[in-house]
């Protein structure tokens, strides 16, 4: 793996390192072959983002081999590394520090892994030690010890007599991408799925996409947003592989499972990797197939420095390691209309026809048709049409209803002026948590027994908006007799059985039906099509898909009632055709220069840190003379959408500086960021930023 090298006038003299004959004469005998080791630390420090060059006593020479984890001193710390290569001679000018011990034998790290890691810090101006601490999960030596003693050995693996590769010949290019993985090919795709349940779901597409790729003698890496997702995949794979043959990767399920799965999969005992996004650095031999599914969710994205994005963290790897790819879901984003733009990837998609006899059929509120037949549609909270698609549905089996929000009634406002209701004590908003509750702030939990208005003097609240406990309430109401069911908030629920009975869940939260559900009601789309953000209408697209797409055929009787303006968004759900509307939207932001037509970086920190480092990212030496990045800012950062007063003062509030950059210019530009901010920590000349690409909720 190439190395970091930092700038040897970033390092104090003492910490420089030498070559191995100019060890002190007292000094431990060292190895007697490949003496010197180069070792990544665990540090997080910009600066110390480089291979440092350690000498290997000999009684550690079988032992400090590459990718196990050390102890080396540092600056007369003891700090934890990798080893990531063994050499013969270090091309530093000063005498080199012993290895100090070897925690483990076991080569955690591979260079695969280590490479694509470095690869990763570079697209995101991040630090290596930031992305191995997301790809290689924390030790846990009574594991080890398993490992050692040949408990998790490998295995052969057979396929299960009812693979079915059926579901996939309902989509053009599906049969043809099959063939390709069992011929050993490395096909790269774009998967827009139907359905979200049932043997012709995305987890019976995906376990069929897997199931051939081992037939090749090859590993997959499945990625998916979230435990149920994962239970769901889990239980479609089942049918076709051995459970021996499938490891989970999970934070959720703690760290012992973790890290013996990861330990099943280096040692070869398995070769399917399915999990959550760190389970994109899933060491797995010989791999063949990576597959993200619903890659537009926020889930994906890593929530700490750099903040990788796991379907970039595929894609790097498929390049990598010359292996199939296949994104998955039942819209499309923006970047991967690009990726099937540039013709990086082929559309997998069905035919019109097939979408007709498959999806549910979908009715809009908002039209002119339903206006005619119900002119207070459009201010309705259930308009008429949704109400009957609610009766009826509740006779042949469970009705979904999706909300924007959970809780009661989240935002509160005054009765005379309709401004938004807010703490006396700290500005945040007012809400309920039921209809005998006090109104309260969410942010200091302050009651507000005695509210007035800021602005008109008023003392009586109305509710902004309902929420999913409030929905249910309602829907309890308007039909009783009939179970009402919530997911929301910690109790999202991944199944729900196939009875009458209404589900009332938030965005991202619904259940899915085994069989179907008769209808599905789409409330408060307005809301989320109004959302101040770059990519709230592909956001809203993407959860209504995903919303109707567990709604049963409509041959069988399904509809899906959407309560939202007849706009663009709603145009797609109602022809059923995600490609379009990413298709557009994706022309809109080329035509704008807004991601992901470009690359965006935002810089957020003190003004005058800002200031420092944009001051000598533009002096940078790395960047072509003349040149010059299109940019944004400085501008105050908002913390808390909505908040009329402050207690900080504007001098010291965070401000963001954004950068928008092309695609040819995307590698120099970041590598200049990167040294800019190393070289900043190295001389501490100014307070730290924070540096983050192409994040999501930056515009």
């Avoid at 139907?194 to 069929?208: D, K, R, T, V, Y």
């Avoid at 298709?583 to 957020?604: D, G, Y």
Wanted: charged share 20%; aromatic share 6%.
């Amino acid at each position: 793996m190439a190395g970091h090298e930092a700038q040897p006038s970033l390092l104090q003299p003492s910490l420089l390192q030498g070559f191995p004959d100019r060890l002190p004469v007292n000094g431990p005998p060292l190895a007697a072959e490949n003496p010197v080791a180069r070792v990544v630390l665990e540090s997080s420090l910009p600066h110390l983002d480089r291979p440092f060059d350690y000498s290997v006593p000999a009684e550690l020479a079988d032992s400090a081999a590459p990718g196990v984890r050390v102890k080396v001193k540092f600056n007369g710390q003891e700090l934890n590394g990798y080893v990531i290569e063994r050499r013969e001679f270090s091309d530093a000018a000063h005498p080199l520090t012993v290895l100090h011990k070897v925690v483990s034998p076991v080569a955690v790290l591979t260079p695969a892994i280590a490479e694509l890691a470095g690869a990763v810090a570079a697209r995101y101006a991040g630090t290596l030690s930031d992305v191995l601490r997301t790809a290689v999960p924390p030790r846990v030596a009574k594991v080890e010890k398993e490992l050692l003693a040949g408990d998790l050995e490998a295995a052969a693996v057979d396929l299960k007599p009812d693979t079915d590769a059926q579901a996939w010949a309902s989509y053009s290019n599906g049969a043809a991408y099959l063939q390709h993985l069992a011929s050993g090919g490395a096909p790269k795709a774009v998967l827009t799925a139907l359905q979200g349940f049932g043997p012709e779901g995305w987890p019976a597409l995906i376990a069929s996409a897997v199931a051939t790729v081992r037939s090749s003698g090859r590993g997959a890496v499945v990625v998916v947003p979230d435990y149920r997702d994962l239970e769901q995949l889990e239980a479609a794979l089942a049918k076709v592989l051995p459970s021996s043959d499938v490891a989970r990767l999970a934070a959720d399920d703690g760290q012992t499972p973790r890290y013996r799965n990861f330990l099943r999969l280096l040692s070869g005992s398995a070769g399917v990797a399915i999990g959550t996004r760190s389970a994109a650095y899933a060491p797995v031999r010989d791999l063949g197939l990576v597959v993200c599914w619903d890659d537009g969710d926020d889930l994906h994205i890593e929530q700490r420095a750099p903040y990788a994005h796991a379907r970039e963290v595929l894609l790097l790897r498929a390049e990598q390691e010359n292996a199939a790819c296949l994104m998955a879901s039942h819209s499309r984003s923006s970047e991967l209309q690009r990726l099937v733009e540039v013709q990086w990837a082929v559309p997998i998609e069905a035919p019109r026809t097939t979408v007709r006899s498959t999806v549910p059929r979908v009715l809009n509120t908002a039209d002119s048709f339903e206006q005619e037949r119900d002119p207070l549609a459009r201010i309705a909270r259930l308009p008429g049409a949704a109400w009957r698609a609610a009766k009826e549905g509740l006779e042949r089996g469970p009705v979904l209803v999706q909300v924007a929000r959970a809780g009661y009634a989240p935002s509160l406002v005054c009765e005379s002026c309709r401004e938004l209701a807010r703490c006396n004590a700290c500005q945040g908003p007012l809400a309920v948590s039921s209809s005998s509750a006090m109104p309260a702030c969410r942010w200091c939990s302050t009651p507000a027994p005695q509210w007035r208005c800021n602005h008109c003097s008023g003392t009586r609240l109305r509710r902004g908006a309902a929420g999913v406990m409030r929905t249910a309430e309602e829907l309890g109401r308007a039909f009783p007799g009939k179970a009402v069911v919530t997911s929301s908030g910690e109790h999202i629920k991944a199944t729900v059985p196939d009875v009458p009975a209404l589900v009332v869940a938030t965005v991202g939260a619904e259940p899915v039906a085994p069989n179907g559900y008769a209808a599905a009601l789409l409330l408060d789309g307005n809301s989320l099509l109004r959302r101040e953000n770059l990519r709230a209408g592909e956001d809203t697209v993407r959860r209504w898909f995903n919303a109707a797409s567990l709604v049963k055929p409509a041959r069988q009787g399904g509809l899906v009632v959407i309560t939202a303006d007849d706009t663009a968004a709603t145009g797609a759900l109602l022809r059923w055709d995600a490609p379009g509307y990413a298709s557009r939207e994706l022309a809109l932001r080329k035509e704008l220069q807004l991601p992901p037509a470009v690359r965006v970086a935002s810089v957020t920190g003190s003004r005058a840190d800002v200031g420092h480092f944009a001051d000598a990212f533009e002096a940078s030496a790395a960047r072509a003379p003349g040149t010059k990045l299109r940019s944004a800012g400085p501008a105050p950062v908002q913390l808390f959408s909505g908040a009329s007063q402050g207690t900080t003062g504007e001098a010291d509030a965070d401000v963001r500086m954004l950068y928008f950059i092309p695609y040819a210019e995307a590698a120099e530009t970041t590598r200049a960021m990167r040294a800019v901010k190393a070289a900043s920590a190295a001389k501490r000349t100014s307070g730290p930023v924070q540096l983050r690409l192409d994040g999501v909720d930056v515009l």
